[in-house]
């Protein structure tokens, strides 16, 4: 019997509520390396051959199956692995309520990805919302707070979508397998749509820049991995080849990449970014070839290692100055060297710099859309903004662009340690994508050769001539003290005023109540009946008196 | 400010030339079919188009950071 690593992740974090001190952090690295060492295994076929299914049960009249364990499956359960041991130690002074819930989060992020039917899924994929839901309150101030609200507004919606395009689903066809999907109508585009929210596909895509950058450094980190790399496995199983998300891909990558240059927000630039990158990504799965499959699949598992080193930069900044906006930053390298040259390790590999991850993953993707014009245009034109914003306004706005205004120090060791390990696997599958290491694990045999000599050099005039650009045009991108409108306006502005006029409504009605009150207490008065006056809770016991008596009645 | 002096820009030129050269010798030796200095080109003009064509749209979209705490009614 297959052990399944997100249920283990759970358990483990439950766990952690009971312990303390040192053990606590034993533990809490250990739960992924436990998974990542369960998938080992896996691979080395201790449990069988892959592809297999395990750990059925019946429930109602359905079966239920929680490992469905291939192909697709495995590289996004050890990229999720593995980042996540980087990011624990990272993580290992904060908070045990995060900790607790980033381990619910990561654990629930691998039953989603091993889920074979609708049950499973919506249960860990509903679970994965809250769980990240709290990750983003444990930072506990008032913007965390509402910003997880409006959080929790959205996937609460994307997954009632969700729900209701699966029932329909089952309705149609009678089977509850998570499996690709053909075109039946409504309940297609149902289950898309709730895929999409969570994919953060414009125009659903607002509470991702939103909620992020307003969690603390710790629970950002974990943010960046799970929720939209889940989804784009989602989008891979049930919709490849769907044309919409072609073109929605490559519009979402520039879209990120257009919201970036106006931004203030350190951590906010980089959350446009995970949007932009996301959408490589569903414009792979949207072509729906075996290299554009590859493409995307290769791009989550490379995107999920350096953007959490990105955040993870950008966080340790946060950490030491307790500022995160680039009109209060600048001149920092001075005191973080280290910690500015780890976060470029990770700016190169978004930015596909030749010998960095990103590289041999993101080219890919780009290469299968040369056939589709528009789409290689969109994609080829934010590698662009990729590289300018994340490679040189941030870095440049943080670091340098003028004397220090702010003293700063190194981050602390188990910070500069989590930057450390994944900033040497970004190099490393850079160097060595190898078709046994990252290429090995995709779902389908890989053609393509990264190091060409015609790409290399493509990509590295691309981006030098990039900085070139930016070199001229560096004032233009300093940061000014604005915020930028999203998709969320509407929802935003409607909310308050909504809210505004329930308030209003409850005053109103309250006030209704007063007078009545007030009236029959004059009623009272004339008519001379003294009326015995009952307590809240001597009022509460008699209700439920009669809901006893009521039960009983029903139950003879 | 030392990673970015003029003394360091000097090598990026340097670089930049060897790319160039690089591609032009790559296409009369038909080893690629792009025109030559074609990436060049796309990021540097892209580039350039990317941030005034993002500033454009920003004058409509950016406000003040308290835009948002101007329409609460209830707090």
Request: hydrophobic share 55%; aromatic share 16%.
């Amino acid at each position: 019997m297959w052990v399944h690593p997100g249920i283990m992740a759970i358990a483990g974090a439950l766990t952690l509520l009971l312990l303390r001190g040192r053990v606590e952090k034993i533990v809490f690295v250990a739960i992924p390396s436990f998974s990542l060492s369960v998938l080992l295994l896996t691979s080395y076929g201790y449990f069988g051959q892959i592809p297999f299914e395990d750990l059925s049960f019946k429930f109602l009249n359905f079966t239920l199956t929680l490992a469905r364990v291939d192909k697709l499956a495995m590289p996004f359960a050890y990229v999720f692995s593995i980042v996540a041991i980087a990011m624990n130690i990272y993580a290992l002074n904060s908070e045990k309520y995060e900790k607790v819930a980033a381990m619910i989060y990561f654990g629930s992020a691998l039953g989603v990805v091993f889920a074979k039917d609708f049950f499973t899924f919506y249960v860990f994929w509903e679970m994965m919302a809250i769980a990240s839901l709290f990750v983003i309150w444990s930072r506990g101030t008032k913007n965390s707070l509402e910003a997880g609200l409006r959080y929790a507004l959205w996937h609460l919606t994307g997954g009632a979508f969700l729900i209701a395009g699966m029932a329909l689903y089952i309705n149609q066809t009678g089977s509850i397998e998570f499996r690709l999907f053909e075109n039946s109508g409504l309940s297609y585009y149902l289950i898309l749509l709730g895929v999409m929210v969570n994919a953060a596909v414009p125009p659903l895509h607002a509470w991702l820049p939103d909620a992020y950058p307003e969690a603390s450094v710790t629970g950002a980190v974990y943010l960046t991995a799970f929720t939209t790399k889940s989804a784009v496995y989602a989008l891979a199983r049930g919709f490849p080849g769907e044309e919409l998300l072609m073109y929605l891909g490559a519009i979402m990558a520039m879209y990120g990449v257009i919201f970036a240059v106006l931004e203030n927000d350190g951590r906010r630039l980089l959350s446009y970014h995970i949007v932009s990158q996301v959408g490589y990504m569903v414009a792979g799965v949207g072509i729906g070839t075996a290299l554009a499959i590859n493409g995307a699949v290769s791009h989550a598992f490379t995107h999920i290692l350096y953007k959490a080193l990105l955040f993870m930069g950008m966080g340790a900044v946060i950490e030491v100055t307790g500022r995160s906006k680039f009109t209060e930053l600048g001149g920092l390298y001075r005191y973080m060297p280290v910690a500015f040259y780890l976060y470029m390790v990770g700016a190169f590999s978004i930015s596909a710099f030749p010998l960095f991850s990103g590289f041999v993953s993101k080219n890919m993707t780009v290469y299968a859309s040369h056939e589709i014009f528009v789409v290689w245009l969109l994609l080829e034109a934010s590698s662009i903004g990729t590289f300018l914003h994340t490679g040189l306004k941030l870095p440049w706005n943080v670091w340098f662009a003028r004397d220090p205004i702010i003293e700063a120090r190194e981050p602390p060791k188990n910070m500069l340690a989590g930057m450390a390990i994944l900033a040497g696997l970004n190099i490393f599958l850079g160097i060595y994508p190898g078709y046994e290491m990252l290429y090995s694990l995709l779902p389908y045999e890989v053609n393509y050769e990264p190091y060409e000599f015609g790409k290399v050099i493509a990509m590295s005039q691309l981006l030098i001539f990039t900085f070139f650009a930016f070199w001229i045009l560096r004032d233009k991108l300093r940061g000014e003290e604005k915020i930028v409108l999203d998709t969320d306006w509407l929802p935003r502005i409607l909310g308050n005023y909504l809210f505004y006029w329930i308030c209003r409504f409850s005053e109103l009605s309250k006030n209704m109540d007063r007078e009545v009150l007030s009236f029959a207490a004059g009623f009272k008065k004339i008519s001379g009946i003294r009326i015995k006056e009952i307590s809240a809770g001597y009022g509460l016991v008699i209700t439920v008196a009669i809901f006893a008596f009521y039960l009983f009645l029903f139950l003879i | 400010m030392s990673y970015l002096e003029e003394r360091n820009m000097k090598y990026l030129y340097i670089i930049a030339a060897l790319l160039i050269l690089a591609d032009i010798l790559a296409y009369s030796l038909h080893l690629t079919h792009e025109i030559p200095g074609f990436s060049a080109a796309f990021g540097f003009v892209g580039c350039i188009i990317l941030i005034y064509f993002s500033k454009f749209i920003g004058r409509f979209i950016t406000k003040k950071e308290d835009y948002y705490e101007r329409f609460r009614k209830v707090s």
